[in-house]
């Protein structure tokens, strides 16, 4: 069963750097599509980048040029690297895979059928 396990949040002031991580147990990770996803309070969960089987990524216009997508595949995790971190990122950030084997990449959250517990990033101004 794939199981997908986010570490890596935490409280940073503004201007600041994350890296989240998404520990896959279960399956190859090469074998996925791979999405992060955050969801403010109050708001619609939104994806912010992604990365498909090809390497091929996607990245959310508010996020372009501030956050990174990879994958280690000698690891089997997935990152998010997040500079310059502005209060307007605080969220609950997700992981989530699609369908195995399945190409293609999307910041559609209905695109991905497993998804991890998610860990909050706070940023302070």
């Known amino acids: 069963q794939l199981q997908l396990v986010e570490s890596g949040g935490g409280s940073v002031q503004a201007g600041g750097s994350l890296r989240l991580s998404c520990g896959v147990t279960g399956y190859i990770v090469s074998n996925y599509r791979w999405g992060w996803f955050r969801q403010a309070l109050g708001k619609e969960r939104e994806g912010v980048a992604a990365i498909g089987r090809d390497g091929r990524t996607a990245y959310a216009d508010s996020v372009k040029g501030r956050f990174t997508i990879s994958i280690d595949t000698s690891k089997n995790t997935v990152y998010l690297q997040m500079n310059n971190l502005k209060p307007e990122d605080i969220a609950m950030y997700y992981c989530?895979?699609?369908?195995?084997?399945?190409?293609?990449?999307?910041?559609?959250?209905?695109?991905?059928?497993?998804w991890g517990q998610g860990t909050q990033v706070t940023v302070s101004a």
């Open positions: 989530a895979a699609g369908p195995r084997y399945i190409v293609g990449v999307s910041l559609v959250s209905t695109a991905y059928t497993t």
